[in-house]
């Protein structure tokens, strides 16, 4: 995960990575509500924050996109007040956990708890809200979790496909024997 790091084209839309296709998006500005939660250093234990209690919150609203490497959040461009960040790029692998809250009042949102990305500004510990205006959001908790396993499968698939690469095991029996040209082998031992 990354904070500023996506790459955008001159209409501030994403520009996609190799082999990347966009399976969903909401790209009519303002009607995501993007809320990130940054520890100033990573939890321990049971905590759910960590450093000395220090976090840094911020939200913006903006676009979403889907696709099948990675979930992506730009705000609006040449807006009035600067944001306080302007991309969110976070690899669907990198989602440690999800859950879809349904509060008594309000809109229901989506907790996705975030593994960071080294040199990509945050920290272990970080959290994201997100929150639609225009649409439900079930539908896109329901797609967005489908695609993240499909993603998972595909590495372990990976994974074990490497793991098949490696050099056969042969048991001792069937390895060539040594010979026995020691000359300095103890005394009274035989071989």
Do not use: C
């Not at 321990?44 to 919150?57: C, D, I, P």
């Not at 807006?79 to 859950?99: M, T």
């Not at 809250?101 to 949102?109: D, H, K, L, V």
């Not at 001792?172 to 071989?191: I, W």
């Amino acid at each position: 995960m990354a904070l500023n790091w996506t790459m955008l084209d001159a209409r501030h839309q994403p520009i996609p990575l190799h082999d990347e296709s966009t399976i969903m998006s909401i790209d009519r500005d303002s009607q995501v509500e993007f809320s990130m939660t940054i520890p100033d250093a990573p939890p321990s234990g049971t905590a759910a924050t960590g450093g000395n209690g220090g976090v840094k919150k911020m939200k913006e609203r903006g676009k979403l996109w889907l696709t099948n490497k990675r979930l992506i959040f730009t705000t609006p461009k040449g807006g009035k007040p600067k944001p306080s960040f302007e991309s969110l790029s976070i690899p669907l692998d990198a989602i440690l956990s999800s859950k879809f809250e349904q509060p008594y009042f309000g809109a229901n949102f989506v907790v996705l708890d975030i593994k960071p990305s080294v040199g990509g500004g945050l920290t272990d510990g970080t959290s994201v809200e997100i929150r639609f205006y225009d649409r439900g959001l079930f539908e896109f908790v329901s797609v967005l979790e489908k695609t993240r396993e499909r993603v998972v499968y595909m590495k372990r698939q990976a994974a074990m496909e490497d793991d098949e690469n490696l050099p056969a095991y042969t048991s001792s029996g069937s390895a060539p024997r040594a010979s026995n040209s020691y000359a300095d082998t103890p005394p009274g031992y035989v071989a």
